[in-house]
């Protein structure tokens, strides 16, 4: 029988979109200097049009092309710009996430713990979070505004977790959108993401875990570490596992979706580090015990799984479960936004403009088809018909 760990490691999730601390860093650079690129490129473009069609063009749309293209040197973002704005706006989509209504017949796992609805929800917010970061590594907020991939991310979500609703329903529901602007930019993040829409939560596994460890409760157990010895040792490991389950789903919920921990490390991974996170003593106790003398004699296995797990258990602690925004990195956000504002390639801004053109251009080159189809049946008619139609009897 195959194990978890190989049958993760045929996931698109491992084989696709894991990678080492450095070679994410260096994929964000190269995107972010190819965008710089690209945008300073459609910026010179946007100069020149306007230079020459500067006699034609009124003094309404003058402005208009100013403020599309600005004087002077372009500013462009910079790799840990991109990535404040790229977090700012997963947080915006887990808030549009709660806002959402969901139908109280959509079937989910058994949580035990939590409301199934709950659960929904977290899926549902966790893997449109994802898509958008996926994205994002190799596209840049200067060419597309998270603004408009947010809607479409959303939108993929509610079909990959089963929750489908109509485009027209959708839109609605999210208010002040049509449903052309969340399909503006379906097939750019469709080959962003690779074509692959598959992402493993550790939602499931914390479930799993807090269920062994009150099975756990109802038997025999070791002593756990930490604070004095009570008399009803089962007792205390039940209550310790139900506190920790809450406070270790609150860091899945928040730290894990606003970090790089899904790029860096497993599912399995993640959840053991939300609960060292909770309770340090009790997921320490809980991944040792997977390890008796029997197997593991000298603790090797058992301290490289410890390694593993607080260095995920470290970067998650970088973002506090459950918080919002501080009132410095609101500031600081806002600054970000003007700043992409003058930074934005001109030719990118308005992707429901872009589909429709394409549309457009796409139905002509039907009509090109048709017609020099036609043509060429008509020359094969004439081709056969050289010396004339077929004479007919009398």
């Known amino acids: 029988m195959t194990t978890e760990d190989e049958r993760y490691r045929t996931s698109t999730q491992y084989r696709l979109w894991s990678y080492t601390p450095s070679s994410l860093l260096a994929l964000r650079t190269s995107t972010n200097s190819l965008a710089a690129d690209r945008v300073r490129e459609a910026v010179r473009r946007s100069r020149e049009a306007r230079a020459v069609s500067s006699t034609e063009t009124s003094d309404a749309e003058r402005g208009r092309s100013v403020s599309a293209a ?33 139908p109280s017949d959509v079937k989910v796992y058994n949580a035990p713990l ?26 840049s907020p200067m060419t597309y505004h998270p603004a408009d991939i947010l809607k479409t991310a959303l939108y993929f979500s509610t ?7 109509s485009i027209v329903e959708f839109a609605n529901v999210i208010g002040k959108t049509k449903a052309e602007d969340v399909l503006a930019s379906e097939f750019l993040l469709t080959q962003a993401l690779r074509f692959t829409f598959d992402v493993r939560h550790p939602f499931r596994a914390l479930d799993g875990a807090v269920m062994e460890l009150r099975a756990l409760a109802s038997g025999n157990v070791p002593a756990i570490p930490g604070g004095e010895e009570p008399v009803d040792l089962p007792q205390r490991l039940d209550n310790r596992a139900q506190h920790s389950y809450s ?49 593991d004699p000298s603790g090797l296995m058992a301290n490289k799984v410890m390694g593993v797990v607080e260095k995920c258990a470290e970067m998650m602690a970088t973002v506090a479960p459950n918080s919002d925004a501080s009132d410095v990195e609101r500031k600081e956000v806002s600054a970000l936004m003007k700043k992409l504002k003058r930074c934005r390639n001109p030719e990118k801004k308005d992707l429901t403009a872009l589909q429709r053109a394409k549309r457009a251009g796409a139905g002509e080159d039907e009509k090109i088809v048709k017609k020099r189809k036609l043509e060429r049946e ?17």
């Open 70 to 102: 600005p004087e002077g040197e372009v500013d462009c973002l910079t790799v840990e710009e991109e990535l404040k704005l790229v977090r700012f706006y997963c947080r915006q989509t887990s808030q549009l996430g709660d806002h959402l209504k969901f």
């Open 247 to 295: 406070k270790a789903n609150d860091y899945l919920k928040t730290s894990a979706q606003l970090t790089d921990v899904y790029f860096h490390f497993t599912p399995s991974q993640i959840m053991m580090a939300s609960l060292l996170l909770a309770d340090k003593d009790l997921a320490e106790w809980y991944i040792r015990s997977k390890f008796p003398a029997s197997v």
């Open 159 to 165: 079909k990959t977790e089963n929750h489908y609703k």
């Open 378 to 394: 008509q020359s094969a008619k004439e081709g056969e018909n050289l010396f004339g139609p077929a004479l007919k009897r009398s």
């Open 114 to 139: 939590i409301n199934m609805k709950s659960v929904l929800i977290l899926f549902w917010q966790a893997t449109a979070i994802q898509y958008i970061k996926r994205f994002y590594l190799t596209n």
